[in-house]
């Protein structure tokens, strides 16, 4: 259970950057709202993700959901480069996740 929390804290993150770029900085009001909602929750999830399991393979399995699904998200509705290099550096992220989730111990 704890797994799935870091996993959906994870994607909130995503969803807190990128409503962190359409803010364009903190001056729209709705993505404002949106990027704290989304963070309370990733911060929130993480938090109580903790409890059980060890903070390095935790927090490297967030940020690293939210940095790969924030590229893939910019890449995919906001017009960022697409690169050969790029989607290769993602696809080692996740497989980096994958494995320190697996090497991820619970308490």
Known sequence: MA???VVVAGLLETGFAVCLKLSHGFTRLWPTIAFCAFALGS????T???KKLDVGPAYAVWTGIGAAGT???GMVFL???VS???LVSISLV????IGLQLSGSAH
């Open 3 to 5: 797994w799935l929390l």
């Open 43 to 46: 911060f929130g999830l993480l």
């Open 48 to 50: 109580l993700s903790l």
């Open 71 to 73: 590229a893939i998200y």
């Open 79 to 81: 017009g960022d480069l």
């Open 84 to 86: 050969v290099l790029k």
């Open 94 to 97: 996740i497989i980096g996740v």
